[in-house]
């Protein structure tokens, strides 16, 4: 078998330093462009092979994306990689995939991998805490990256989500036009931008209807359905008794109403749930589940296009792109009925 060409054997080559024969190879922008294709040219007449692909050192791309989310065990996310993975087939793309659980140092340690990889860009749902800095290390080493789910303030990049404020307003309207007026709302957090945009549209509704805003109403933490189940148990100790609920998402409200069952009551009769997201499993839920759809496959599939068409040479305009979402009533809202 032939010698395996090393990345000295090329840096010797030409009298320059291994790594800058690396960095060149990975197209960092700290090689100038003449000496970058200089070196190119010589790893392709040593016979080298860059990222187990020949073809990438003429393309210098490699055909892969990374994409990192929160929680890959959160069906609403499976929704949106599913359309990803859709979008990227077709460009003959794949991608690798990881969870940062919130965790920066996680997520951070993810990107700086994917560069090593010459990963051709990056799809980020970002963790809470993301310092703009580890954006900036992805793009200023040619890897653009696209956001969904959650924007950050003071970055500009392309960011594809659902309009959070006015999904939850439609929830909270439609148990308002059922008379409900002591309207809890269940998880989150305002750590992020949908935590902040869902409580918002929350308090909005409830102005614009005349109805005092009560802190005590609101449970914040929750965001699966164990989060759910437990939040029962403190909704159901409230002095003033909530005879609905707003929930952060469908897994909250899945969990609450199997809390408020164990409790003996019935939810959708005596106490009134909304979700949000419209999973699958909502619509098969007893009961079935009120809740609003969000756009996830499609928050999947525009971000998906917006990160090929960068790589393309065109450009997705920058900021916020949200999906307007739409209500699907189904059996865990009623009228309100006074209580005997």
């Known amino acids: 078998m032939a010698q395996k060409i090393k990345l000295s054997t090329i840096a010797e080559s030409l009298g320059i330093s291994t790594a800058t024969v690396s960095l060149a190879l990975r197209d960092s922008p700290l090689v100038a462009v003449t000496t970058r294709e200089k070196i190119k040219d010589q790893a392709r007449a040593l016979g080298y092979i860059y990222n187990r692909r020949a073809a990438s050192l003429r393309t210098s791309r490699s055909g892969i994306i990374g994409v990192v989310v929160h929680d890959i065990m ?3 996310y499976g929704e949106i990689l599913k359309a990803i993975e859709s979008e990227l087939d077709r460009s003959r793309h794949t991608f690798i995939l990881s969870n940062h659980y919130d965790s920066v140092e996680k997520q951070r340690t993810f990107v700086e991998t994917l560069l090593q990889l010459g990963g051709d860009g990056i799809i980020m749902s970002p963790a809470i805490g993301t310092p703009a800095e580890d954006f900036d290390l992805a793009e200023e080493n040619g890897m653009p990256a696209i956001l969904v789910a959650r924007s950050m303030e003071g970055l ?5 989500r659902g309009d959070d404020s006015y999904g939850i307003s439609l929830a909270t309207n439609h148990l308002i036009s059922l008379g409900h007026r002591t309207i809890a709302m269940i998880g989150g957090t305002d750590q992020t931008s949908t935590g902040r945009d869902r409580y918002q549209g929350y ?4 102005r614009k209807a005349g109805i005092e805003v009560d802190p005590d109403l609101r449970i914040p933490g929750a965001r699966s359905k164990q989060g759910g189940f437990e939040a029962a148990v403190h909704l159901l100790s409230l002095p003033q008794k909530p005879t609905a609920a707003v929930c952060w998402n469908d897994l909250v409200a899945i969990g609450l109403m199997n809390g408020i069952s164990r409790a003996g009551l019935v939810p959708g009769k005596d106490i009134s749930v909304t979700g949000y997201d419209d999973l699958e499993e909502a619509a098969i839920a007893t009961p079935a589940l009120t809740t609003v759809w969000n756009g996830q496959a499609e928050v999947g599939r525009l971000a998906a296009r917006a990160l090929l068409d960068r ?9 916020i792109h949200l999906i307007k979402p739409e209500m699907r009533i189904r059996q865990s809202t009623s009228p309100y009925q006074a209580r005997q």
């Open 203 to 206: 308090v909005n509704a409830l």
């Open 74 to 76: 959160n069906p609403f």
């Open 156 to 160: 500009d990049l392309p960011t594809f």
């Open 311 to 319: 790589l393309a040479g065109s450009h997705e305009p920058d900021g």
